[in-house]
């Protein structure tokens, strides 16, 4: 009881915190620290598609950046090369990221452990060189860039992301949805019967449970989300680059997840926000800033395997049984 | 008579050059328990696991009730209404109790809401309070299924089994690695089942499968040897000879599936 209270203060305090963070930031320290902190949202969405497969479903991807690009691609080919507007737009980076994930995962939800990682690895190095080649589509190694459509549009009046404080909120209030969508689905019986076969596939099946289309719908959802998370970060940054597809940020989001606490909804945003500010605060001036990553991680690992989200659990639970 | 509840006809299985299961034909009829015994690597549990769906079947068919289920995966049998329990424990362990029922008696819905709260379904949660109670596991329903210990989570696979609430149970080694006082009201709660459930019990406990059994069927080398009722069995000259005879060397010590 006393547990979930603390938790639960704590949880008001942050979210107060977000809400407050277009003025609170820049009074107490630099606006850039604004655009980072949308980042941080944005990334942690994307951990957070890797936390959900890993987590609750027992299955490491290590391609979920796979569907970020095509997140990401939607939007801009949508907006450069076909003149969508900005939902329309929004909608075609999740719509391709949900058919790509719908395609890997027929074939890669037949696999688990490392066969399964490896699986979702292979595809989405595949389609990194398609899209480096198709350069008459994608930009090649340039990527593509666009000009922001509005996002609402009253009369005269346009609210378009170029408004860094429109752009905070609604980055903010998407995430946190998916987020909140995240909590519910991890309490319903669809998130119970995944985590029945990520605990015993072999008892789900026998109970009735068609092992395979859950975890399909499982990869798909995961891959929704990764792919919004895609389609936010081509609108943060303006452009698309097959950079972000390659498997190297899809490692990144699955130490982030891990370091944070798999299997805990907000594991991902803490392993998230943790990396991101370390690069931010150490890059100006050290340049391998991944050792810290490197070293963190394994730290965390050997003596923390829960993440941190478990270990502050732990201490938690320490506290308040001390009498 | 009426419509067995389970028919196997001339039902093979091979592993490489090993016959496993050797055209075995059983008809097993309504509301009686039935035991198949047999020495190790008679194929007992690969009979079941050719019933479930586990492997697929060589040669021969599977009724279930009349209905052919050759060639079905396993959790669309298990929606026809067959339950089984495995030889090596299995539950779901770092689910609680409850939970590890709860997703049992949910499973046949074929929708699974994605976003409603699972703990306000009012209808399932009355199922399992009556699956806990049923099996004696309420004072530990909020414990994680993989802390308990090793007669309760057999107790917890017969209540995830009976939370499907199956027509056919198919149980295999129920009693193996037990204590005396759990072997007894695990026995006793089997006999109380078969008054509503068909079962099929594989069991090593002569004592048990004699005590207990309406019908026994004894396999040797993937074929049936003998079958019939359990004083026909023990005068059975074969069985004494394949098996009866022999002393009592099943090493069946799996340890507690944690």
């Not at chain 1, 549009?153 to 998407?174: I, W």
């Amino acid at each position: 009881m006393m547990r979930a209270k603390i938790e639960r203060v704590l949880l008001s305090a942050f979210g107060a915190f977000l809400l407050a963070v277009p003025w609170l930031v820049p009074a107490i320290a630099d606006r850039f620290w604004v655009s980072v902190i949308t980042e941080i949202l944005i990334w942690s969405l994307f951990a957070a598609s890797v936390n959900l497969l890993f987590g609750y479903v027992g299955l490491l991807s290590f391609g979920q950046a796979l569907f970020f690009g095509c997140g990401m691609y939607g939007v801009a080919i949508g907006i450069a090369k076909l003149g969508l507007g900005f939902w329309p737009a929004l909608g075609l980076g999740v719509a391709c990221s949900a058919a790509m994930a719908l395609v890997a995962g027929v074939f890669a939800v037949r696999l688990t452990w490392h066969y399964f990682a490896i699986i979702t690895l292979v595809f989405s190095l595949i389609f990194y060189f398609l899209a480096l080649t198709l350069k008459q589509l994608t930009g090649g190694d340039d990527g593509t860039s666009f000009t922001l459509p509005a996002t609402f549009r009253l009369g005269a009046m346009e609210l378009s992301l170029a408004d860094k404080t429109f752009q905070y909120f609604f980055m903010l209030a998407t995430v946190a949805s998916c987020f909140l969508v995240m909590h519910r689905l991890t309490a319903s019986p669809l998130g119970r019967a995944l985590a029945a076969i990520r605990e015993n596939d072999t008892r789900a099946a026998l109970i009735g449970l068609n092992v395979y289309m859950l975890r399909l719908a499982a990869f798909v959802i995961s891959g929704v989300l990764a792919g919004l998370a895609g389609a936010l970060f081509a609108f943060f940054g303006r452009y698309a680059s097959a950079t972000y597809m390659f498997y190297h940020v899809s490692g990144e989001a699955v130490v982030w997840t891990i370091v944070g606490g798999a299997g805990t909804l907000l594991g991902p945003l803490i392993g998230t926000s943790l990396f991101i500010v370390v690069r931010e605060v150490v890059s100006t001036r050290w340049e391998h800033h991944g050792l810290i990553v490197g070293v963190v991680a394994i730290l965390i690992v050997i003596f923390a395997p829960r993440g941190i989200v478990g270990l502050w659990r732990d201490m938690l639970e320490r506290l308040v049984r001390r009498p | 008579m009426s419509e067995p509840v389970l028919r196997i006809e001339g039902l093979t299985k091979r592993f490489g050059g090993l016959v496993a299961v050797d055209h075995v034909s059983l008809a097993l009829a309504p509301r009686r328990l039935h035991a198949i015994i047999g020495p190790n690597g008679a194929g007992k549990t690969t009979l079941f696991n050719l019933v479930c769906g586990f492997l697929s079947v060589d040669a021969g068919r599977v009724f279930f009730a009349g209905r052919d289920i050759g060639g079905l995966e396993p959790h669309q049998i298990s929606r026809l209404g067959i339950a089984r329990t495995l030889q090596i424990k299995s539950v779901f362990n770092r689910l609680s109790v409850e939970e590890n029922i709860w997703i049992a008696a949910h499973a046949r819905n074929r929708f699974l809401h994605p976003l409603r709260s699972a703990a306000k379904d009012r209808a399932t949660r009355e199922r399992v309070e009556r699956v806990l109670e049923e099996v004696g596991l309420s004072a530990l329903a909020q414990h994680a299924a993989g802390t308990l210990s090793y007669g309760d989570i057999a107790l917890l696979e017969i209540g995830i089994a009976l939370a499907q609430e199956p027509q056919l149970l198919l149980l295999d080694e129920p009693i193996c690695g037990m204590s005396p006082a759990e072997t007894g009201r695990t026995v006793a709660k089997i006999r109380q089942l078969a008054a509503r459930v068909d079962i099929v019990i594989i069991e090593h406990d002569m004592e048990v499968v004699f005590e207990i059994a309406d019908d026994i069927t004894v396999m040797a080398q993937g074929a049936v040897l003998a079958s019939g009722a359990p004083d026909v069995i023990a005068r059975d000259e074969r069985v004494r000879e394949a098996y009866l005879g022999q002393p009592d060397d099943e090493d069946f010590t799996q340890p507690a599936h944690a």
